[in-house]
């Protein structure tokens, strides 16, 4: 029969899959021999039985929980309900991939009228014994009844007001005593059942809970940003309870093996004397400095260094632990590999391969490809900085810098994002609800909490810049208000946020871009070595390509030739030509466009030098480059000198349908091949002008774009072909050059063993391949993808990550039709997925000799196919 039920003694950490992150390191953790709290944990299975069994826990796993509940009572020498030593568990959600925050949790469960007594007993503190059967009452009633949390927190601070205290810890045993009365006919009053005595009953109720908590609304959306399965599942682990309330002498805290922030080798963590672990990470009260821990328990800190350096050195990564200290005893209650920055991420996966924990392979695979955009992106100009004065003082929680306008909820934050505005987000302190908030924000900024409350945990984790713990300003969310000193801030003010310093700005300071460490260019010369695929940009102009080669492009892979007719000073020529009633009026308008683009073309050379550079011939449809209004027609007419009715008619001839599956692409060619021509030109030209200038051989790459047949390649062909010749003719020189197409016409892709004949290079334009393959007009998807991906018809927007399974195919068959007939074909990809790392590991997969992106994302794709190599070769 399937197991169901594991005690801590029976897992180890290769078990994630059914018994969840938490389950299987503690179970670890136990086998090494650590300090932890004895228990048991309930697999993933059993959550998924539940679902599939309508919700309801079956006979035998009940009679497993029952059994390993019995040997936790043996083991730990206490019994549940008992009024001299009671057993006291949590229980506690863990999923397979890690998701903090977002599941319930259940402590001191087992606590009743009776037990309480014997935890008083027990301890001699009866004091702690009633809050820990208050808090119990209050975590219940929130997570497992479903009352909401304020409605306890209401009749706490009304006991705490009545008696005149100003801390929590003021109230004494008959207060707590009250609040308690107080809670349970809450419940009584709320659900119409008393508060479950049985702690049997209790657990069972909790577990439910857990499983229940799997799909809840901010467990849902978690799963959706990170790609996690829903059917996974979560597991629940119950184990005994150990107190870090109980005076003096105990503690709790949570601390990583090395600085998540920055990845220097040294303990990065906070804890607090005499509270629980809920404590530090809600930010409740401000915790300290876990180096204070040596002053305050000095046998405990070395006992706990000891120990955190057993972990590290056992999994070979840097740990995120939580520990308590009961009544001078050190006890482990979780351990797993620590989140971190991109920055942390890199130098602590270079140190530990410098130090010979982890070989190179596996330092590459320590940095999530996705993550290097945090580094890539502008801090704030220093120049600037220096000029302003900060406002307020907070926790660097998140690095990065962020400006944009204050909201002080989720709800505002994500609808002023939709209406395009960069947004920063302010609490108090953020919770798991405020989850989609953080998601529309630049960055985030609360008042309380410290640098592992769960603002700093998620910020860090979404790479975006967060300011946390800044007590000096007070934020008053009802009235949607900042106070610092004398200002306040009120929804809809700017502020500036820098996340690597704490600072907090008023109004919008201007940022620069980033310098990149020694650390990551070590990394990338790692998976440069190991990565088989060429990396290239998307660039159009000299500055974009410098950018590029600066991120470390290999070359360009499309330069799109219509940007360069938006300019100012060009587009009255490009108007000129569109509207010309005859070929004669065209080529003198496009005779005045050529200079400017042969200039654009030997810009580009000149950055790039002898890096291949893939240049496409004019793609979109011409009517976006004419006015459209009465108002901007009738400016035109006067500034080109055509007659106002005329041009209105042509504006209108060239209107279309269906534009993006009209005349465009190489159709514009085949009914106007003068512009092609003319094209073609300016490459040949500026391509051996700057071959003789820089004594190096450029070698352009000609791209003809949305082909669909091999006749029309080849039709087109010829015109540059010819225009080729003409230009070595005139000038008495050659140079080497080769001629290509995209690949994203349906009917190319199905054909491309013919097209191949007529092309020396493939470049997968998979924006158009998409659109054109679902039917999906790129420019309306937005509108209904949503419902798509909510309603689980798409996993993923296929305009981000490339749809395997359809468009995938079709790029896979034409590159291997495109080698049959031509072997040494060389095969790209130039659509948005050059830059999505699943994306260009399936370009990897099929064998494609390069990706291309925009400059921004080039270091992403060199980790990204670095990985694919890696993984590929396993
Ligand atoms: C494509 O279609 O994938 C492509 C790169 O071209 P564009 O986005 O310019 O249509
Ligand atoms: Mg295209």
């Known amino acids: 029969m399937k ?23 503690l179970a670890e953790m136990t086998k090494i021999g650590l300090p932890v709290p004895y228990g048991f944990t309930i697999s993933t299975d059993a959550c998924n039985r539940y679902y599939d069994e309508n919700k309801k826990m079956s006979d035998d796993i009940i009679e497993a929980i029952y059994k390993e509940l019995a040997v936790l009572e043996e083991i730990s020498g206490k019994k549940f309900g008992d009024t001299n030593n009671p057993l006291l568990v949590s229980v506690r959600s863990g999923a397979v991939v890690s998701m903090p925050g977002m599941m319930d949790t259940v402590l001191n469960l087992g606590l009743n009228d009776e037990a309480v007594i014997g935890l008083a007993n027990l301890t001699g503190n009866e004091r702690f014994a009633y809050d820990s059967y208050r808090r119990f009452i209050q975590m219940f009633g929130d997570v497992v009844l479903e009352i909401p949390k304020h409605s306890f927190d209401i009749i706490f601070d009304r006991v705490k007001e009545a008696n005149g205290f100003e801390s929590d810890v003021d109230l004494q045993k008959e207060h707590l005593m009250e609040v308690i009365e107080k809670y349970k006919a809450l419940v009584l009053k709320e659900k119409g059942f008393d508060f479950p005595v049985d702690p049997k009953e209790q657990l069972m109720m909790a577990v439910e809970a857990v499983f229940d908590s799997w799909n809840n609304a901010r467990a849902i959306i978690y799963r959706q940003l990170n790609d996690i399965p829903s059917e996974y599942g979560t597991a629940v682990n119950i184990q005994s309870m150990v107190f870090g309330n109980m005076g003096d002498t105990s503690g709790t805290g949570v601390a990583f093996t090395r600085n998540p922030v920055n990845g220097k080798d040294e303990m990065f963590g906070e804890f607090l004397i005499n509270a629980q672990g809920e404590d530090v990470v809600a930010g409740i009260r401000t915790p300290k400095h876990i180096d204070e821990l040596k002053d305050a328990m000095p046998e405990i800190f070395d006992e706990f260094n000891k120990t955190a350096d057993i972990l590290e050195a056992h999994y070979k990564d840097m740990q995120d632990i939580e520990f308590t200290v009961e009544r ?41 490809p996705e993550q290097l955009d945090q580094l890539l992106h502008p801090t704030f100009d220093q120049k600037a900085l220096d000029s302003t004065d900060k406002i307020a003082q907070g926790l660097p929680a998140s690095p990065g810098a962020a400006c944009g306008l204050v909201y002080f909820n989720s709800e505002d934050a994500v609808a002023a994002k939709n209406d395009g505005n960069k947004v920063i987000l302010v609490r108090m302190e953020t919770s798991p609800e405020d989850i989609e908030g953080m998601i529309a924000s630049e960055g985030i900024l609360t008042s309380r909490g410290g640098m592992t409350s769960h603002a700093a945990v998620v910020a860090r984790g979404m790479g975006k810049c967060c300011v946390a ?77 410098a950018v590029a080669v600066k991120f470390g492009a290999e070359g360009i892979g499309l330069c799109r030739t219509e940007h360069m007719f938006f300019e100012e000073e060009r587009i009255p020529a490009v108007r000129k030509m569109i509207v010309a009633k005859n070929l004669e009026d065209r080529k003198v308008a496009l005779e005045s466009l050529l200079p400017f683009q042969k200039e654009d073309f030997k810009g580009i050379f000149t950055e790039m030098g002898i890096r291949p550079v893939t240049i496409r011939l004019l793609d979109p449809p011409l009517h976006e480059f004419l ?137 997968f334009g998979t924006n158009d391949l998409t659109q054109m393959t679902y039917g999906f007009s790129r420019d309306d998807a937005g509108k209904f993808i949503g419902e798509y991906l909510e309603t689980k018809i798409m996993e993923v927007d296929p305009f981000q990550s490339l749809d395997q399974t359809g468009v995938g195919k079709l790029v896979k068959m034409a590159s291997e039709l495109g080698k049959m007939t031509r072997p040494d074909i060389k095969l790209g990809i130039c659509g948005e997925h050059g830059g999505d790392p699943k994306s260009i590991a399936f370009c990897n997969a099929i064998g494609l000799d390069y990706v291309s992106c925009s400059p921004f994302r080039v270091p992403i794709a060199r980790l990204a196919a670095a990985r694919a190599a890696i993984n590929q070769a396993e």
Not at 9 to 23: F, Q, Y
Not at 734 to 756: C, F, H, N, Q
Request: hydrophobic share 40%; net charge negative; glycine share 8%.
């Open 3 to 25: 197991q169901y039920v594991f005690s801590f003694k029976d897992g180890n950490k290769e078990m994630k899959s059914i018994l969840g992150g938490k389950g299987a390191n």
């Open 328 to 368: 001078g005893k050190l006890f482990m209650l979780q351990t797993r590999n620590g989140k971190r920055t991109a920055e942390a991420a890199i130098k602590i996966a270079v140190d530990m391969y410098e130090s010979g924990i982890i070989d190179q392979k596996e330092a590459i695979m320590r940095v999530e």
């Open 469 to 545: 713990g800044c007590s000096e300003i007070r934020v008053d969310e009802s009235r949607k208000t900042i106070f610092v000193g004398n200002d306040t801030y009120g929804e809809g003010d700017y502020l500036s946020l820098d996340g690597n310093t704490g600072k907090v700005y008023s109004g919008q300071i201007p940022t620069i871009e980033p310098e990149l460490s020694g650390d990551f260019e070590k990394l990338m010369s790692w998976a440069d070595e190991i990565r088989t695929m060429k990396v290239r940009a998307n660039a159009d102009n000299p500055n974009d390509s």
């Open 627 to 763: 006015p459209h209004t009465p108002e901007e027609i009738k400016n035109l007419s006067e500034q080109i000198n055509v007659n106002y009715d005329e041009l209105l008619l042509r504006v209108d001839e060239l209107k279309e349908f269906n534009p993006m599956l009209g005349h465009r692409g190489c159709r514009l060619a085949v009914t106007y091949p003068e512009i092609y021509e003319m094209q073609t030109k300016a490459i040949i030209q500026a391509a051996i002008e700057i071959s003789e200038e820089k004594n190096i051989a450029i070698i352009p790459e000609i791209m003809i774009p949305l082909i669909g047949s091999a006749n029309e390649l080849d039709f087109v062909k010829k015109v540059v072909l010819e225009t080729i010749e003409n230009v070595f003719a005139e000038l008495g020189k050659t140079i080497k050059y080769s001629v290509g197409t995209m690949i994203e016409v349906p009917r190319a892709a199905l054909t491309a063993d013919e097209v191949a004949e007529h092309a020396e290079f493939f470049s």
